[in-house]
């Protein structure tokens, strides 16, 4: 049975939501629903990036996030990540770019709902946690609310009912999915929308989402709201949730306790063959607005250069203020 909510998701992203720093993310809140950054089918069955579903058991809940759309290859990456323990199997159809076109998934597939309905019912039906779809508002010139209702009313009939929605079209020939982030529109009022046609599905905002002052106006609106870069930049943003939204004392206490526990993490998984580098650049935004921020990352650089923690460890924490 869940026991977690997805009212405050952190968003899949490639190259930056690996087990590090999700590690970090969940010292800083205990409520967040995570998810790892996508893997596609293919590479996970041909055993390329089977090391990218290995996770830390304090990251739970945690969900992985799966591209493809061969119904076999979903049926038994699904339960491989079922076995592995992962609290929910998301399903990319948001990613626009030309090697995931080629690959037929991701973005592409808001084209075909009849396929997409097809692979998730059958990933539903192949494990016993929760399945979900992050998607986007259309493609191309798909720019019309009708597109979303049509596509979420022949998706759903799945079984699925967790909707998480980047609030922007995604436009699959011109633009780079970096471009895909920024400048096709945001249209919050489609979700918004979307929640109040489709009450019984949990719907999930996410695009352009700064604050928690944002998520609580959404909230208003929707089920919970899903944060990637701001969340990245700013990881410490995330420590008011739990005693603002859940009305309990957050146990995280200050940044640099999140800094100890996670440089301790960081030795241990030194000694596991884990990479430097890839850990500690995760740190980069836990000094943001600080005095000396500035210093902090650059002490980050020195370390990644140097490939030696131990060295400058006391240094790096004491450029923390509080
Ligand atoms: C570097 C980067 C990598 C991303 N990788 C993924 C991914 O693997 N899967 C996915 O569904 N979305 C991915 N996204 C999109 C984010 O999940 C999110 O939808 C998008 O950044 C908009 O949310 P934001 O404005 O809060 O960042 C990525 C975004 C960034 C910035």
Do not use: W
Request: charged share 25%.
């Amino acid at each position: 049975m869940e026991t977690f909510d997805r009212q405050f998701c952190v968003a899949p992203m490639m190259q930056y939501t690996d087990m590090h720093d999700r590690y970090l993310l969940r010292l800083i809140s205990k409520r967040v629903f995570l998810y790892t950054e996508m893997i596609a089918t293919g590479s996970l069955i041909f055993g390329k990036c089977f090391n990218q579903l290995e996770f830390n058991t304090e990251e739970h809940p945690v969900g992985v996030q799966l591209g493809g759309s061969n119904i076999s290859d979903l049926i038994e990456c699904s339960k491989k990540c079922e076995q592995f323990g992962y609290d929910e199997i998301n399903l990319n159809v948001g990613c626009p770019s030309d090697r995931v076109q080629k690959g037929k998934f991701g973005a592409c597939l808001m084209l075909e709902p009849d396929l997409v309905a097809e692979c998730l019912a059958a990933m539903k039906n192949s494990v016993n946690i929760p399945v979900s779809i992050k998607c986007r508002l259309g493609v191309d010139n798909h720019e019309e609310y009708e597109f979303l209702y049509n596509f979420v009313s022949i998706v759903k009939q799945s079984g699925v009912k967790v909707f998480i929605i980047h609030a922007r079209n995604g436009i699959l020939k011109g633009l780079s999915p970096r471009q895909n982030r920024n400048i096709p529109p945001l249209k919050y009022d489609y979700v918004y929308r979307l929640k109040k046609d489709f009450p019984d599905l949990e719907i999930i905002i996410n695009g352009g989402i700064k604050n928690l002052d944002d998520s609580q106006m959404h909230l208003e609106k929707v089920d919970g709201v899903m944060i990637g870069r701001a969340a990245y930049d700013n990881p410490f943003m995330l420590k008011d949730i739990e005693p603002r939204f859940y009305n309990v004392d957050s146990s995280t206490n200050s940044k640099k306790e999140v800094l100890n526990q996670y440089l301790e993490y960081v030795e241990r998984q030194i000694h596991n063959g884990h990479n430097l580098s890839r850990m500690m650049k995760h740190l980069f935004g836990l000094s943001r607005g600080d005095k000396y921020a500035k210093s902090f990352r650059l002490k980050i650089l020195e370390i990644i250069k140097e490939n030696n923690l131990k060295n400058h460890k006391n240094e790096l924490k004491e450029l923390l203020v509080y």
